[in-house]
C-alpha cells in the first residue's frame, strides 16, 4: 500500500483533510519521545487504497522545533510514497514557503491547494495550471472542508510515478554554492543530496553534525552564514514567480486575519493594546476587587457590605458562619476575580483538611512536637504552595490562549523594532514571554536565536521574567502588605512587579549587549500564523502537564525542604528540641542571623530586628526551589505567630501575621518596611533561579559562561534590591540614583553615537 504524508504549515486544513480522507479509519497515536499527535489512517475512495499519514503542522524545516524535526526526519527516514503538501490558497506566499523546501526532497509531491472556498467565495481566481507549470509538481484545487476536489487529488496523486529528483529555486542566484555542497553529499550516496546540501549552507546544526560537514561548508560558502540570504531568495523567488498564480478580484479583500491586524498590529496602539491585555490576564487572576467594582462603590460614597456587614456571623460578631465563609470565597465587600475564588474555594478545602487532622491528632493524645512538625511543617508548607496552583494555572491558560491564537507571534513582530534598539531581535521575545511560565522550557527555546551573543543575553534575563513559582512570592507578599498596612492594591502590586523584572531585563540586556557581549543583532524572520481559535484539547494538555508537575514538585522538593526546615528550626545545636516559643534559639535562627547583615542594604537584613532571619533564610531555601521561599515563611510564621499569639488568629495570613509582628516590634516606619518588602520580592525575582533552571542555563550556555552568569544573578539582584530599597525608604538617595541612572544612559548614548568607548577607558587606565 503507498503511503502518503499529509505536510504543511499549521492551520492550512491538515486534520481536516485528513479526516476527510481517512473517516473511520483514523488511529492517533504520538510521535515517540514527544506530545506531538500522530494519526495514521487508511483512503478507501479511490481504485487503489492507501495509507494517509497526518505530519505535524509546520513553516519550514530547520531544526528549530520538535514538529520541524519530527516532519523532516519521516519523510527522510521513513521515505513515503509521496507528500501530500497542502497549501492554504488564502495565503499563497507563506504557505509556499515550506513546499519550496518540500521540494529539494528526493520525494514524489503533490500540492493541494485548500480553502478554495474561502478563495471562491472572496472573488479571486488562481492559476492551478500556471502554478504547476512553475513548480513541476501536480497541482489540484480542493476545499476540505466542502469535500471537493479531494476524489481528483487522491487519484493523481496514486499516479504519481515513484521517483522524482529535487528541485530547488534557489539555484539562479546561489547555484554554485548549492553545486559544491550538493558534491559532498554525492560522494556518501546519501538520498535527497540537494535537500541536505541547501540546509548546510544554511549552517543547519543537524547537518553540520555530520563528519566533514563543517569544511564541506567551507569549501561551498567560505563558512559565510547563508541562513537569512537563503529565506531571503525562496521569498523573492515566490512573489515574482508563484503568487503571481493569484489573481486577485478587482477590489482588494481583506481577510479576516489581515482585518483583526489592522488593529493589534497597529504602528501606535499595538503596544498599548498589548499592555491592556497583559493588566486584564493579571487583573482576572489576581484582583480581589474585579473591575473595581468595591472602588468604585467607595467613591460613590456607597461602600457595599462586608459579609460580616450582612450578618453571617456568630455572636461574637466576628466568626463567620458556614454559610458566610461560603459567601467569603466569591465576595467580601467586593467581588473577587475568578483566580481568587479558585485560590479561596481551594484554601478553604486545605485548611478545614489540616484543622481535621490537627485537631484528631491532639485528641489522639499525640505529642506537641508531631502535631507541630505536621500541621506547621509539613502540611502547612505543601499547602501554602499547592494553594497557589489555580492562580498559576489560569496565568498559564491565558497565556497558552495568547500563544495558540497567534497573537503573540504579531507582538514578537511588533516588538522587534523595539527590542532591535537594546540589541536583541524579535526572536527572543518567546522564550521571555515563556519564562512567565517557567525558565527551563524557556532556555531551551533559545535555540531559535542563531547569534551566541544574543543566546547568552537572553538566557541570562529569562529568571526574570517571574516564573509561575515565584509567583506564590509575589502574591503572599503583596497581599501581605496590602492586609497588613491596609494600603495598595495587591494586582496592582503583583502587575508592577511582573513590570520590574522587564525593565531590569531591558537594562541588563542593554547593558551586556554594550560591554561583554557586545555584536550584530540578527535580522528577524517569523512568519505569521492565521489568527484561529485555541484547539480545546491542547489547551487541557499544556494545563495537565503543568499541574503534574507542580504537584510533583510540591511533594517531593518542596515537602522534604520543609521537613528540614521545620527541624533546624526546631532543634539547638546541641540536638534539643525547642518548641515554638523558643525559636530565637534553634540552628536555623543562628544561621539566619548570621546572614542577615549581608540584607541590610536591601531592607530585609538588620533594621528586621529579631524576626528578620526569617528573610535570609526564606531567600536562601528558595535556591533549591522557588516555591520553598514561601513555604519557609508560612512555616515559620506559624510558629512564631503562635509564639507572638495575637495578629495571626482569624485565618489572617501567615505572611501579614509575620509582617504585622515585625513591625510592631521593631517600629521600623510603614514606608520603609514596605520599601524593603518589595526590595525582598525583587530581590527572589532577580537572583539565582532554582537549581533545575541553573541546571538547563549550564547546559544551553556556552561554555564558561555559567559561572559569570551566575555572579551577573547574585549581582543584578543585589543592586535591584538595594535600589528599590533606598528609593522607597529614603527620598534623598533616590536624587543618587537618578543621577547615576542618566550617567550610565548618557554613557551608552555617547558610545553608540562612536564619540566614547567605555572599554577603551578601562584599557588605557590599566596601561598606565
Ligand atoms: P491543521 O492545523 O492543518 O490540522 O488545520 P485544521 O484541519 O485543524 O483546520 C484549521 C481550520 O481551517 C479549521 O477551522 C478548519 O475548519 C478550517 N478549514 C480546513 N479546511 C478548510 C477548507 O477547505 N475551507 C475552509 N473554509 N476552511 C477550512
Ligand atoms: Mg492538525
Known amino acids: 500500500m503507498k503511503t502518503f504524508a499529509l505536510a504543511g504549515n499549521p492551520n492550512c486544513g491538515k486534520t481536516t483533510l485528513f479526516n476527510a480522507l481517512t473517516g473511520a479509519t483514523a488511529h492517533v497515536g504520538n510521535w515517540p519521545g514527544v506530545t506531538v499527535d500522530k494519526r495514521e489512517g487508511v483512503y478507501k475512495g479511490g481504485a487503489e487504497q492507501a495509507a494517509v499519514i497526518d505530519l505535524p503542522g509546520i513553516y519550514s524545516l530547520s531544526p528549530y522545533t520538535p514538529e520541524e524535526v519530527i516532519s523532516r526526519n519521516y519523510i527522510l527516514d521513513e521515505k513515503p510514497y509521496g507528500i501530500i503538501n497542502i497549501v492554504d490558497a488564502t495565503n499563497l506566499e507563506r504557505n509556499l514557503y515550506l513546499t519550496t523546501q518540500l521540494l529539494e526532497m528526493d520525494v514524489p509531491v503533490i500540492i493541494a491547494l485548500n480553502m478554495m472556498d474561502e478563495v471562491q467565495k472572496a472573488g479571486d481566481k488562481l492559476n492551478a495550471a500556471a502554478l504547476e507549470k512553475a513548480l513541476g509538481v501536480p497541482v489540484v484545487e480542493i476545499s476540505a472542508l466542502k469535500g471537493t476536489g479531494i476524489k481528483e487529488l487522491m487519484a493523481r496523486a496514486l499516479a504519481m510515478p515513484a521517483e522524482r529528483k529535487g528541485s530547488t529555486v534557489l539555484g539562479k542566484a546561489l547555484g554554485r554554492q548549492i553545486a559544491a555542497a550538493q558534491a559532498f553529499y554525492e560522494e556518501d550516496g546519501v538520498s535527497s543530496p540537494l535537500f541536505h546540501a541547501v540546509k548546510l549552507l544554511e549552517s543547519d546544526e543537524l547537518e553540520l553534525a555530520k563528519k566533514g560537514a563543517k ?311 517569523m512568519e505569521l500564523p492565521a489568527y484561529h481559535v485555541p484547539g480545546f484539547k491542547n489547551l487541557m494538555l499544556h494545563l495537565w502537564d503543568k499541574t503534574k508537575h507542580f504537584v510533583k514538585k510540591a511533594f517531593t522538593i518542596i515537602f522534604a525542604s520543609t521537613v528540614i526546615i521545620w527541624l533546624f528550626s526546631h532543634l539547638t545545636w546541641n540536638w534539643h528540641y ?140 543585589y543592586i535591584t534590591g538595594t535600589v528599590i530599597y533606598t528609593t522607597g525608604a529614603w527620598i534623598w538617595p533616590v536624587a543618587i540614583w537618578i543621577a547615576v541612572a542618566a550617567a550610565v544612559t548618557a554613557l551608552i548614548v555617547l558610545r553608540n553615537l562612536g564619540k566614547f568607548d567605555i572599554c577603551a577607558l578601562f584599557k588605557r587606565r590599566k596601561k598606565e
Not at 319 to 326: E, F
Not at 642 to 659: H, K, M, P, Q
Not at 665 to 684: D, V
Not at 704 to 714: R, V
Open 215 to 525: 569544511e564541506a561548508l567551507e569549501r561551498a560558502a567560505g563558512g559565510e552564514d547563508m541562513e537569512a540570504v537563503i529565506a531571503d531568495e525562496r521569498y523573492k523567488y515566490i512573489s515574482a514567480n508563484l503568487a503571481t498564480a493569484k489573481v486577485k478580484a478587482g477590489r482588494e479583500v481583506l481577510t479576516k486575519s489581515d482585518k483583526i491586524d489592522r488593529v493589534l498590529t497597529h504602528r501606535v496602539w499595538a503596544i498599548p493594546i498589548f499592555l491592556v491585555v497583559l493588566f486584564l490576564i493579571f487583573h482576572l487572576t489576581f484582583s480581589e476587587d474585579l473591575f473595581f467594582i468595591g472602588a468604585i462603590a467607595d467613591a460613590a460614597g456607597a461602600p457595599l457590605p462586608s459579609v460580616a456587614d450582612l450578618g453571617y456571623v456568630l455572636e461574637d460578631g466576628e466568626t463567620l458562619t458556614a454559610a458566610g465563609r461560603t459567601i467569603s470565597v466569591f465576595y467580601d465587600g467586593a467581588v473577587f476575580s475568578p483566580g481568587v475564588i479558585l485560590f479561596n474555594a481551594l484554601d478553604a478545602c486545605t485548611s478545614s483538611l489540616t484543622d481535621a487532622i490537627v485537631g484528631a491528632m491532639e485528641s489522639a493524645g499525640a505529642a506537641e512536637w508531631s502535631v507541630g512538625l505536621l500541621g506547621d511543617g509539613v502540611l502547612g508548607g505543601i499547602f501554602a504552595v499547592l494553594g497557589f496552583l489555580p492562580q498559576i494555572l489560569l496565568l498559564f491558560l491565558f497565556f497558552s490562549i495568547l500563544e495558540d491564537t497567534g497573537y503573540m507571534a504579531r507582538i514578537a513582530f511588533v516588538l522587534d523594532r523595539i527590542f532591535r534598539r537594546f540589541g536583541l531581535s524579535g526572536r527572543a521575545f518567546m522564550p521571555m514571554i515563556m519564562g512567565f511560565g517557567c525558565s527551563l522550557p524557556a532556555t531551551i527555546n533559545t535555540r531559535t536565536l542563531a547569534d551566541e551573543k544574543e543566546r547568552t543575553a537572553t538566557i541570562r534575563v529569562i529568571p526574570f521574567f517571574s516564573c509561575g513559582a515565584k509567583l506564590p512570592i509575589l502574591t503572599a507578599i503583596a497581599g501581605g502588605i496590602v492586609m497588613a498596612f491596609g494600603v495598595g492594591n495587591a494586582d496592582v502590586i503583583t502587575f508592577s512587579m511582573y513590570l520590574l523584572g522587564v525593565c531590569t531585563a531591558i537594562i541588563a540586556v542593554l547593558l551586556m549587549r554594550n560591554t561583554t557581549l557586545k555584536g550584530e543583532t540578527p535580522p528577524f524572520i
Open 578 to 717: 525547642i518548641p515554638d516559643e523558643e525559636m530565637q534559639n534553634s540552628i536555623l535562627a543562628s544561621i539566619g542571623m548570621f546572614l542577615q547583615p549581608i540584607f541590610t542594604p536591601l531592607g530585609f537584613g538588620s533594621q528586621l530586628g529579631a524576626y528578620g532571619w526569617v528573610f535570609a533564610v526564606a531567600a536562601i531555601t528558595g535556591l533549591i526551589a522557588k516555591e520553598n521561599v514561601i513555604a519557609t515563611f508560612t512555616t515559620l510564621a506559624l510558629c512564631i505567630g503562635a509564639y507572638v499569639g495575637e495578629g495571626t488568629e482569624e485565618g489572617i495570613e501567615e505572611v501579614t501575621g509575620l509582617i504585622a509582628k515585625i513591625s510592631l516590634e521593631t517600629g521600623i516606619s510603614q514606608q520603609e518596611f514596605i520599601s524593603a518588602l518589595i526590595a525582598f520580592i525583587a530581590f527572589n525575582m532577580t537572583t539565582v533561579p532554582c537549581f533545575a533552571a541553573c541546571a538547563t542555563a549550564r547546559a544551553e550556555l556556552p561554555r564558561g559562561k555559567f559561572k559569570w552568569t551566575l555572579l551577573f544573578w547574585l549581582v543584578t539582584s
